[in-house]
């Protein structure tokens, strides 16, 4: 099976009065059509980046896509004119943003905002673009859809916007669906209906998702593969199963050591030690060094190399294979 | 709930209810607000807090967690109710004697962006309680200043230094420096670990634990994070539109929680683990939190229940413990019956036994 | 903690795993206190990248050394009397720039003379000397009378507030050109010192009101910020609150209004001083200078270009530093 999306050596910078910051440095990843990728990673690793890289929303300046390509069904997104892009946005590759609060103009029904969608990118009449809309809004979950369909944003819940957002972004069955960070600033009991819409939907459409997240949980229960993300690279990738049960690099073994687990007992939680790493003026060697429990000499100096660990699972660091084995994992032969 | 010696803080019927207007004979007669709007976000919630624990206090967005923590203090008005601390009443104090009060109970903020003066230096920001309260001056007060900064984690170098050259974390820590410095007894922490990144969460969890060890404080921990409040509670209270639902120590509620609501919390909340994910089988809730203006009548949790009776419309539940030292807020269970799925269907144990009586 | 794992670990850090100390500042020097850098160093230094700004703050500056400087080294060096006529009798009528009395060029008069024979560029920098200084120190007034209010009114909130912005309200609704020529003609003084006081009086009247209401605003939107319940938490005063934490906090457009309203009120002034309500002879501020000019303008243009375009060039450079000062501190937080 062809990739959907294979994104090669992905470079985005960003200038800023503290000088450059590569907020995205060189990631290489792919996505099986109907699969679910996760982006892991806390706040300045490069997540939401790489996204707006993908569909090319950088805000430029002060960012620019430095280098790479971003092959989506055989053509690489890099090269089309602003016009191509555009047709693509919102019809084959559509976006869920965070906060639905501010990604839904306040100002319009939001009928009239599911209509434009497909008036835009398929053509519709406005009679047929309506019963779309009620239609998807039915799909999504929204109660009443007839008569809620006059109504604006802010008379809507949380989780009624992001499951309009979510309408909206499936209006015109589109082939990739990103999702950034879609469930944070939802109630937990909400967070849970939404992602259980997003799990049928995908399975009806046959949708292929990449889901950015810093919550764990969720990459849990949601994905096939994920691929974690700090300073700007891409710090592991595995199956989610092998990822979470054998993890081959210490920042990924921190992060899930730091969770608290509800059914343990209670005792120190473990806690990767120091801050996060100053992107605009990064040391020499792994990002990581300075919260490693791993840390040696080498890490200080040489960047780390990208290991692979078996079919399928790579890890950036330089004992990349006794974490590996450590984990429980059997790394194969270099 | 009867005060003993190790009670610290007793909050008996306390209400936070916001006018919004509305009902008056302009507003009928122009149709604007016909209907008188009160956002009841505190509606009559009494709990006792024991010295030396930390009580965790989790719902979702709008229960009024935020509120009462914060009308526990008096940085918002409580409408009626005591909140009783040292025989004093700090609902009624008299402004002069209730910031004197003040320096035994201090508050932690969810934002670290906005709970820091931006124009102040971190000297001056740790430093003003002491000012204040006139517990140091001068060289005294700087090297207090340090010590405290010391003790949450940063270098004393920063003392010079403006908020926003500090990251979330480090903000934070900030912040608790502050509430330290007046050596308080209680401590509210208002979702202090929300606006964090994952890896520096555990980093101020443990934090946090280590100062209540330390320096003997009571924690009212506010949370939606089921997780952190599982790690750092020694009791939780589980908060809905206003009202407590259910209390009881930490591994119970997360164990063998008693009410619909709590089951569906935990339920909900996402395991960092793939198996589990896969296997288990979510409590599903129908529909959206109501809005806390104008709540819905009797069991304010009726409109999503999956065991709702008629009788839940219209009785107001009133916290009873089903088990020793676990309360809950069901009209369908009591201490004979605690176990809801095992109640026969349209059975309500937990009613008094002359008949339903409506409440406020 | 994992210390048996890395005993490298905790040298780096110093102190422990849970230090939160960020790499760079380990490296620094022991003991010495970091300094940091406050909001409005950073302001300052965006400041400094926007040229029209600096240029605009180049030019307010020299205008105003000039203006304050000027007169008496003109008079110094050329020998002038105190009224900026040359010595010689004979000399009393208007020349052109740059030309001497026999018509051929002279270095003495870049500007001019006027009708009496006064030399032009004095007289323009002994205008702005007032022009500049009606307009500052109004400005500062409005400033100290239109913060206090405003943050009163602001923090008080409920019926005071109401009450102290609806005075606000009848006080805008006046029109108030009329009452200042009203005031200005009915207490016309004879004395400079008079005619000053007047001047600051009828404009500082209406002067704060605009910086009443933004101040107001500012305080509305941050009173209710974390950092100000903080602050009530422990026990802070109101009185403290208001000035030691909110104002600080409003500076940044009280700061942009107050160079914005610099100009405004020396056009007023100006304005003023043209329909002679203003200052008048022997004071000369740029506007009283320019209505002597504008009867010779067919005859003289010079008169009048001299002060007039003097006034402009030093209205727009406060212009200019006013926009860039809204630029330098819009960023108020960098968000990490």
Known sequence: MTNLLDVKNLRTYFETDDGVVKAVDDISFQLKRGETLGIVGESGSGKSVTNLSIIRLVPDPPGKIVSGEVIFNGSDLLLLSNEAIRKIRGRRIAMIFQDPMTSLNPYMKISKQLMEMTQLHLGHSKAQAHDHAIRMMETVGIPDAHSRAGSYPHEFSGGMRQRVMIAMALSCEPELLIADEPTTALDVTIQAQILELIKKLKRETGTSVILITHDLGVVAGMTDHVIVMYAGKIFEQARTTELFSTPGNPYTKGLLRSVPDPTAEQGKLYQIPGLPPDMAHLQPGCPFAARCDYVQDICRREFPPFVKLNSDHYSLCHFAREVYRESGGTPVQE | MSANESTLLSIRDLKVHFDLGGGGPLDKLFGTNPVKRVVKAVDGVSIDIYKGETLGLVGESGCGKSTLGRAILRLTEPTEGRVLYNNEDLAHLKPKRLREQRRHLQIIFQDPYASLNPRMTVGQIVGEPLETFRLARGREAEQRVQELLETVGLSKRFIKRYPHEFSGGQRQRIGIARALAVDPDFIVADEPISALDVSIQAQIMNLLERLRREKNLTYLFISHDLRAIRHVSDRVAV???GKLVEIADAKTIYEEPLMPYTKALISAVPVPDPQVEAARQRIMLEGDVPSPINPPTGCRFHTRCPYVIEACKEVVPQLVEIKPAHFAACIRISPAQPHIEDVAPGAAPGLPQNGPQKGT | MSTEKNPQHDELIHIGPEMAVAEADVHADEGAFLRGTSLWRDAWRRLLKNKLAVFGLVVVIVVTIASIAGPALIQQTFGFTPDYIPNNDKLTRSFPPFTGPDGKFSWLHPMGTDNAGRDVMARVLQGGQISLFVGILSTVISLLIGVSYGAI?????????????????????????????????????????????????????????????????????????????????????????????????????????????????????????????????????????????VTNIAVFPWQLIFPGVTMALTLFSLNFLGDGLRDALDPQMRTV
Not at chain 3, 248 to 264: E, F
């Open chain 3, 153 to 293: 009114a602001g923090y008080a909130g409920g019926r005071v507030d109401n009450l102290m912005m609806r005075i606000v309200d009848v006080f805008y609704s006046l029109p108030y050109i009329i009452i200042v020529i009203v005031l200005l003609s009915l207490f016309r003084s004879q004395t400079p010192r008079g005619q000053l006081t007047l001047l600051f009086i009828a404009i500082g009247s209406v002067s704060w009101l605009t910086m009443a209401r933004i101040v107001r605003g500012q305080i509305l939107s941050l009173k209710n910020q974390e950092f100000v319940l903080a602050a009530r938490a422990t026990g802070v005063s109101g009185s403290r609150i208001v000035f030691r934490h909110l104002v600080p906090n409003t500076l940044g457009p009280v700061i942009v209004y107050a160079t914005l309203t610099v100009p405004q009120i020396m056009l007023l002034e100006a304005f003023l001083s043209f329909l002679g309500f203003g200052v008048q002879a022997p004071l000369s501020s740029w506007g009283s200078l320019a209505a002597d000019g």
């Open chain 2, 239 to 241: 908060m809905y539109l």
